[in-house]
């Protein structure tokens, strides 16, 4: 009998709220940037909204002329603050290795500054194939082309965009501050409620079984 499995995969991997609970680190940098600067920064407002670049959440708190200084000192500061703090979400160790027991290669694209993503997967144990940041939305295809990848998992609208912008699977999880029903009219393939359900989707889409969850 044919077999219908699919070649081994290559999938991208977001990081905020999609490997990792980023809330309590960046909770702590904002704290911390706000006693630095002297300007207030409502973190818990601020850790609610996770997803897109750090200079579009900068921009509600400080004037335009000091965004750019402002998210050097945030970025230069994060590794005391915020890398020690975050743990990794329920499953992301899993889904990572269930795409490696595929044969198949993980990639993190992520808009995190990269070389403050590498640090939290090396603090955690996670060792992707790839580590691509500083890319947001539609311009994580860019990312996700170069490097094949026949799905993208992420936690917000803007990973939904991504994918398809790059004709990628979107699966998404909802383990960020999108809901089911958000992302699913964002336009996803897969909807999961976490990386938690990532190794039987994957196995299934393999085999060709994977119904749309969306």
Same mark, same amino acid.
């Given at each position: ?127 992707? %194939?790839? +580590?691509?940041? $500083? #890319? ?6 860019? *990312?996700?082309?170069?490097? /094949?990848? !026949? ?37 996803? %393939?897969? +909807?999961?409620? $976490? #990386? ?6 994957? *196995?299934?889409?393999?085999? /060709?079984? !994977?119904?749309?969850?969306?």
């Amino acid at each position: 009998m044919a077999t219908t499995t699919r070649p081994a995969p290559t999938v991208g991997f977001d990081l905020d709220m999609t490997l990792i609970d980023s809330r309590p680190g960046i909770r702590a940098c904002y704290l911390a940037l706000t006693e630095r600067t002297g300007t207030y920064v409502d973190a818990d407002l601020a850790v609610t909204r996770l997803g897109p670049p750090l200079e579009q959440e900068l921009a509600n708190w400080f004037p335009a002329d000091e965004i750019a200084a402002t998210a050097e000192l945030y970025r230069a500061m994060y590794p005391t603050y915020a890398v020690a703090a975050t743990p990794a979400l329920p499953g992301a160790r899993e889904a990572i290795a269930a795409v490696r027991e595929a044969g198949g290669r993980a990639i993190v694209v992520t808009a995190k500054y990269e070389p403050n993503a590498k640090l939290h997967l090396e603090h955690l144990g996670m060792e992707p %194939d790839a +580590v691509i940041g $500083d #890319l947001w939305a539609e311009r994580k295809a860019v *990312a996700l082309r170069e490097h /094949g990848a !026949d799905v993208y998992v992420g936690d917000h609208l803007g990973d939904v965009r991504g994918a398809r912008t790059a004709g990628a699977r979107s699966v998404a999880v909802a383990s960020g501050p999108c809901s089911e029903e958000e992302l699913r009219a964002a336009g996803a %393939d897969v +909807v999961l409620s $976490d #990386l938690t359900e990532f190794p039987e989707w994957l *196995a299934a889409y393999r085999e /060709g079984l !994977d119904a749309a969850r969306a």
